[in-house]
Structures are given as C-alpha cells and as structure tokens.
C-alpha cells in the first residue's frame, strides 16, 4: 500500500476520472452523469472518495448526501443517512485491498461529519458485489426498487443498510 492515499475528490480530479470512464464505457449515460456528480459535489449534495496509487486514480466511491439526488431515496438518505454509490475499481488494481482502504477512509469520514447509516443499491443478479457488501456490512435488507438510467433503461435493485458504529 505504500504510494497509494485515500483522499476527497476535487472538481479536477473528478473531470479526470470522468472522462476515463466516458472514454471507456462510450455510451451517452456517462456523459450525464459526470456533469450530475461534478454538479452535485458543487452544491454539497455528494462527496466522491479517491482512491490515488503512484499520482493515478484507481478506485472511487460516492456518498450522496441529499435525497433529492437518489432515486426511490424514501429509507436510503436523511440527516443521518447517506446512500453509497460509484464504487469503482481499475481492473487491474482489484482484490488487493485498495478499495476496502477507501471504504474504511470514507466510512470513518461520513462518521467524523455525523452520519449513522450508510445505504447501498445492488442489482440482484450482482451476487458476487453482494458478497462484497454484505462482508462489508450492509446486512440489513431494505427494499426492492426500480431505477432509471439517463438512456430510459430500468434496472432492478436491491438496497441493504449499515449502522454506523
């Protein structure tokens, strides 16, 4: 782990990171998203977590904190709520631990601000991302939901909680 910090983003990096995905996925919903995330993180209504190796963004995480920004937000956001989102990891860089030292930072984050809860989304043929968050934590099932892509797509998704110690 030596090099790598775990940090808040900045509008720069967040135009970095953004236009990689954009260059990666080549599909209109990303270019959507980064002016929503950048727009939000402006407003306060978002934070977005880096992960940084060697100067290089590797993985990230986004808490949205307002529930106008979250879909079906009823149970996932209030003032001691916050819904998780974006979490990301360069292929190459997964399985080594990077992302569990981002979520660790960012968790110990939202608690020195306040919050108590963390919500997630995960569509439910994601098994092995649910393995994922429920060895992180998120036991507790909410509800089932449906969200909207930018494009018109809907997905299914399946929202679990973690109390904050």
Not at 133 to 151: N, Q, V, W
């Amino acid at each position: 782990m030596k090099d790598y910090v775990c940090k808040i983003a900045t509008v720069d990096e967040m135009e970095t990171k953004w236009n990689y995905e954009i260059k990666k996925h080549q599909d209109s919903n990303w270019k959507i998203w980064k002016s929503e995330s950048i727009e939000r993180v402006n407003n306060g209504q978002s934070i977005v977590y880096y992960g940084v190796l060697n100067g290089k963004i590797i993985c990230e995480a986004t808490a949205m904190l307002d529930k106008s920004t979250v879909q079906n937000s009823d149970g996932l956001v209030d003032e001691k709520t916050v819904y998780l989102c974006a979490f990301r990891t360069i292929e190459k860089h997964q399985g080594k631990g990077y992302f569990s030292k981002l979520f660790s930072f960012m968790i110990n984050d939202l608690k020195r601000k306040g919050y108590e809860k963390v919500t997630l989304g995960v569509e439910p043929e994601e098994t092995e991302n649910l393995k994922i968050y429920k060895h992180l934590g998120f036991s507790e099932f909410i509800k089932s939901a449906k969200e909207t892509y930018p494009d018109g797509t809907v997905i299914d998704v399946d929202n679990y909680a973690m109390v904050l110690d």
